[in-house]
């Protein structure tokens, strides 16, 4: 199964009242999971390996929380994060991958401290299993730290950004 066939069966659940699809086909599954909000989840790996996390396709949730920690650039240390003022809101990690600030090395960043985003607004790129997921805003507000380095890895629930909310 292609990546073009797995996107027309995402299509396809979308328009239909399927919860969910599962497919095994030669040592390959794909589970296609809706929920009631319209977010996708494609979870596509080799049977012998262990499942990935779900890739919620359109938005990364944002919501009102502390930054623990996020990785530093160097790998050495993880770098702490100052407690988070309670106007601000956190956009985290859907899953598990490498996050990327711009669409290709040549392209310029998506957001910056500073930037004004709406919703819908593209602000990174997760890669997981070679496949680039685009995290789009769920919030309207300004950018006021970026809290992950470029082509690092992150974890699912791992603060991404602080936005003040507009």
Same mark, same amino acid.
């Given at each position: 199964? *292609?990546?073009?066939?797995?996107?027309?069966?995402?299509?396809?659940?979308?328009?239909?009242?399927?919860?969910?699809?599962?497919?095994?086909?030669?040592?390959?599954?794909?589970?296609?999971?809706?929920?009631?909000? +319209?977010?996708?989840?494609?979870?596509?790996?080799?049977?012998?390996? !262990?499942?990935?996390?779900?890739?919620?396709?359109?938005?990364?949730?944002?919501?009102?929380?502390?930054?623990?920690?996020? !990785?530093?650039? +160097?790998?050495?240390? !993880?770098?702490?994060?100052?407690?988070?003022?309670?106007?601000?809101?956190?956009?985290?990690?859907?899953?598990?991958?490498?996050?990327?600030?711009?669409?290709?090395?040549?392209?310029?960043?998506?957001?910056?401290?500073? *930037?004004?985003?709406?919703?819908?607004?593209?602000?990174?790129?997760?890669?997981?299993?070679?496949?680039?997921?685009?995290?789009?805003?769920?919030?309207?507000?300004?950018?006021?730290?970026?809290?992950? *380095?470029?082509?690092?890895?992150?974890?699912? *629930?791992? !603060?991404?950004?602080?936005?003040?909310?507009?």
């Amino acid at each position: 199964m *292609d990546f073009k066939q797995i996107q027309e069966l995402i299509r396809l659940i979308n328009k239909s009242n399927i919860g969910e699809l599962t497919i095994e086909e030669k040592g390959f599954k794909v589970t296609i999971k809706q929920k009631q909000d +319209n977010i996708q989840q494609v979870v596509a790996a080799p049977m012998y390996a !262990p499942a990935a996390p779900a890739a919620q396709a359109p938005a990364a949730p944002a919501a009102n929380a502390p930054a623990a920690t996020a !990785p530093a650039g +160097n790998g050495d240390k !993880p770098k702490s994060a100052d407690a988070v003022p309670s106007n601000l809101i956190t956009i985290k990690s859907p899953m598990i991958g490498t996050f990327y600030r711009r669409p290709s090395p040549d392209k310029p960043l998506f957001v910056e401290v500073g *930037d004004e985003i709406n919703p819908g607004k593209v602000v990174c790129i997760i890669e997981a299993m070679k496949l680039f997921n685009e995290i789009e805003s769920e919030i309207k507000g300004k950018v006021v730290k970026i809290l992950v *380095d470029d082509a690092s890895p992150v974890e699912y *629930d791992q !603060p991404l950004f602080l936005v003040e909310p507009a």
